[in-house]
């Protein structure tokens, strides 16, 4: 069974700082991990997206991730937190159980930038 | 240019009614789903559909009934809607496969009262 926990429900930075959102896995195989973004009262969108190839991800928006399998983590990054950034952060896991590969979401993180 | 559209935006309706939500894609893709997001932003998967192929999540009342006229359409139909209903529905399509990410739609928020 595969899933995903986010370590923290809020992450709270100055404009300017770092961003780190912290997300773990469980896959009984190689997996397939995303992560999505929020913002008020809007759909997802796709921030990036890992599938077995590098292990260092860049995504859109100066985001970027890093599966390390002997962590089994897959933490966000941003060098430089702008106050667009303010949303809701979902890590997401493929589901291979499922016959049509659905998506499995964490709780989610909440980013607050203050400027 | 939308590629994942839904309708209605917002939906207000009483308990006890019925009431669909329309979802088309065109991005040519062949898998479709349905997630609901609670008021805790939690996000689930409610079903998938492949082609002629729907895949039931077990806890899904079978109040809920989606339906697919064509590869570009899922809609989803609600019986007797109850007070815990009330969420954001959410669809999204992918080409399908194992690795491919899914694009979403904005979203429905549905308030039953």
């Known amino acids: 069974a595969q899933s995903v926990t986010q370590l923290d429900s809020h992450v709270s930075v100055s404009e300017g700082t770092p961003v780190l959102l912290r997300c773990n896995y469980s896959?009984?195989?190689?997996?397939?991990l995303f992560w999505y973004v929020q913002h008020p009262n809007k759909g997802l969108q796709l921030l990036l997206k890992?599938?077995?190839?590098?292990?260092l991800v860049k995504g859109i928006n100066g985001f970027e991730a890093e599966f390390k399998k002997s962590e089994t983590s897959f933490h966000l990054t941003k060098p430089s937190a702008h106050m667009s950034d303010a949303a809701e952060y979902f890590c997401?896991?493929?589901?291979?159980?499922?016959?049509?590969?659905?998506?499995?979401f964490g709780k989610g993180t909440k980013l607050s930038v203050k400027p | 240019d939308t590629a994942v559209s839904q309708t209605p935006k917002y939906l207000v309706t009483q308990m006890g009614n019925d009431k669909s939500i329309k979802c088309e894609q065109n991005?040519?893709?062949?898998?479709m789903y349905w997630y609901k997001q609670d008021s805790k932003k939690f996000l689930k998967i409610m079903f998938s559909y492949n082609n002629k192929e729907l895949i039931i999540n077990e806890t899904v009342p079978n109040r809920f009934s989606p339906k697919s006229p064509d590869k570009a359409h899922l809609n989803l139909h609600i019986n007797s809607l109850e007070l815990g209903d009330s969420a954001v529905y959410f669809c999204?399509?992918?080409?399908?496969?194992?690795?491919?990410?899914?694009?979403f739609g904005p979203g429905t928020r549905l308030t039953v009262t």
């Open positions: 896959s009984s195989y190689s997996p397939s």
């Open positions: 997401v896991v493929m589901n291979y159980g499922g016959s049509q590969g659905n998506l499995i």
């Open positions: 890992y599938t077995s190839a590098a292990t």
């Open positions: 991005l040519g893709h062949d898998t």
């Open positions: 999204a399509s992918s080409p399908g496969g194992w690795s491919y990410e899914q694009y």
